[in-house]
């Protein structure tokens, strides 16, 4: 997980990074500005020409590059003072901020906050900071479901401790919700990543062990799962992607038909044609490395169901899909992570990244709530 994207600035109110007075911060306006990329590196200080024509020696801004898997930056590199505004009336003051200017974006928007492990990213530069903002941060992801009778709220994001017990029960009477944490694995070779260690995937009572690379991270940096925000499904090795899809086809595939034609127009498998309500779809539970680190995950976490194109006479059927896939084999996935924790299977999950103790949690949450309960007066 190596960032947080912000697509709709206006969804970001609470995060956004003002300038203090009489000073210029382009930080602030390069991430959160709905300004053309040029005109955000013009009002730096740094003229377009000399930015276009990379002559830009008199200023201090030098070029990068940085590549995601979805996209791609060029950016200058700056560096001034920025004011956070807290929950309190008083800012905090950060000085000597670093950050990026992008005047070239290839399929990425304009701000992209790093999250990553790396010195400069936000937790690292904050970390220093009372009040130990950078020591921590979560964020809780709520549905990605598109009912109509849903609460429409942002996926609240958290820099630094806040305490659940005072706010909440102050709130709403909810007490502090228990987190499952499993310990933060180095990676030699992939330094940012936020790796940890996977012993195995139950399916119903059916526990089924990892391969010995997703429990820990070698010298060559392979193995070990990544916990990302950015990648939406989780990708598993095919040895144990195959064993968690036969077990689940053992379940649950003896009772309802495989919808063939289903799996072949949108690439997911397997998938059931179901006539009622699911009742038998066998529960997916996540055992990480550490004593009773085990998340059991929701059945919209890993189990989409929808309906059918129909079959030309208005009768459409119900299907139902899993959402687990396969990463590659093992020879694939040399010099790499393992294995892929996506954004789809930590809905309604407050995923917490405790720096301070390098450890991840897992907690239930009703995220639509918490953006509601973290903005209360």
């Not at 700056?78 to 000085?95: A, F, K, M």
């Given at each position: 997980?190596?960032?947080?994207?912000?697509?709709?600035?206006?969804?970001?109110?609470?995060?956004?990074?003002?300038?203090?007075?009489?000073?210029?911060?382009?930080?602030?306006?390069?991430?959160?500005?709905?300004?053309?990329?040029?005109?955000?590196?013009?009002?730096?200080?740094?003229?377009?020409?000399?930015?276009?024509?990379?002559?830009?020696?008199?200023?201090?801004?030098?070029?990068?590059?940085?590549?995601?898997?979805?996209?791609?930056?060029?950016?200058?590199?700056?560096?001034?003072?920025?004011?956070?505004?807290?929950?309190?009336?008083?800012?905090?003051?950060?000085?000597?901020?670093?950050?990026?200017?992008?005047?070239?974006?290839?399929?990425?928007?304009?701000?992209?906050?790093?999250?990553?492990?790396?010195?400069?990213?936000?937790?690292?530069?904050?970390?220093?900071?009372?009040?130990?903002?950078?020591?921590?941060?979560?964020?809780?992801?709520?549905?990605?479901?598109?009912?109509?009778?849903?609460?429409?709220?942002?996926?609240?994001?958290?820099?630094?401790?806040?305490?659940?017990?005072?706010?909440?029960?102050?709130?709403?009477?909810?007490?502090?919700?228990?987190?499952?944490?499993?310990?933060?694995?180095?990676?030699?070779?992939?330094?940012?990543?936020?790796?940890?260690?996977?012993?195995?995937?139950?399916?119903?009572?059916?526990?089924?062990?990892?391969?010995?690379?997703?429990?820990?991270?070698?010298?060559?940096?392979?193995?070990?799962?990544?916990?990302?925000?950015?990648?939406?499904?989780?990708?598993?090795?095919?040895?144990?992607?195959?064993?968690?899809?036969?077990?689940?086809?053992?379940?649950?595939?003896?009772?309802?038909?495989?919808?063939?034609?289903?799996?072949?127009?949108?690439?997911?498998?397997?998938?059931?044609?179901?006539?009622?309500?699911?009742?038998?779809?066998?529960?997916?539970?996540?055992?990480?490395?550490?004593?009773?680190?085990?998340?059991?995950?929701?059945?919209?976490?890993?189990?989409?169901?929808?309906?059918?194109?129909?079959?030309?006479?208005?009768?459409?059927?119900?299907v139902g899909c899993l959402?687990?896939?396969?990463?590659g084999d093992e020879a694939?996935?040399?010099?790499?992570p393992g294995a892929t924790?996506?954004?789809?299977?930590?809905?309604?999950?407050?995923?917490?990244?405790?720096?301070?103790?390098?450890?991840?949690?897992?907690?239930?949450?009703?995220?639509?709530?918490?953006?509601?309960?973290?903005?209360?007066?």
């Amino acid at each position: 997980m190596e960032r947080k994207r912000e697509k709709n600035h206006n969804e970001h109110q609470r995060h956004r990074l003002t300038p203090p007075a009489a000073q210029l911060m382009i930080a602030a306006i390069a991430a959160h500005s709905n300004l053309p990329s040029s005109d955000l590196c013009a009002i730096s200080n740094c003229p377009l020409e000399s930015i276009e024509t990379s002559d830009c020696q008199k200023h201090s801004c030098p070029q990068f590059y940085y590549a995601y898997g979805d996209g791609s930056l060029i950016a200058r590199l700056y560096r001034d003072s920025i004011s956070l505004p807290l929950s309190n009336p008083t800012n905090l003051i950060v000085n000597n901020f670093t950050f990026g200017c992008a005047h070239t974006a290839l399929a990425e928007p304009i701000g992209v906050a790093g999250f990553g492990r790396g010195v400069l990213s936000l937790p690292a530069q904050l970390a220093t900071l009372p009040p130990h903002l950078g020591n921590q941060f979560s964020y809780c992801l709520v549905s990605h479901s598109f009912d109509s009778d849903r609460l429409r709220r942002p996926s609240p994001l958290i820099l630094g401790r806040y305490d659940h017990d005072e706010k909440e029960r102050r709130v709403n009477g909810i007490n502090k919700p228990r987190f499952v944490y499993t310990s933060m694995l180095d990676n030699p070779e992939h330094p940012y990543f936020y790796c940890v260690g996977l012993e195995g995937i139950s399916i119903g009572r059916k526990k089924i062990p990892a391969p010995g690379f997703l429990r820990k991270v070698d010298g060559e940096g392979s193995g070990g799962l990544v916990v990302d925000s950015g990648t939406t499904f989780t990708m598993l090795p095919a040895s144990l992607y195959g064993s968690v899809v036969a077990e689940f086809e053992k379940r649950f595939g003896r009772v309802n038909e495989r919808a063939i034609v289903i799996e072949e127009d949108t690439g997911l498998s397997p998938c059931y044609y179901f006539d009622n309500n699911v009742m038998n779809v066998p529960s997916v539970v996540l055992h990480f490395v550490g004593n009773g680190s085990s998340v059991v995950l929701p059945r919209r976490n890993y189990f989409y169901e929808f309906l059918d194109g129909g079959d030309g006479k208005g009768k459409k059927r119900k299907v139902g899909c899993l959402m687990l896939m396969n990463g590659g084999d093992e020879a694939e996935l040399s010099g790499g992570p393992g294995a892929t924790l996506g954004n789809y299977q930590q809905q309604g999950f407050e995923v917490v990244y405790d720096l301070e103790n390098k450890r991840v949690g897992f907690a239930r949450r009703q995220c639509a709530s918490l953006w509601e309960t973290l903005n209360q007066d």
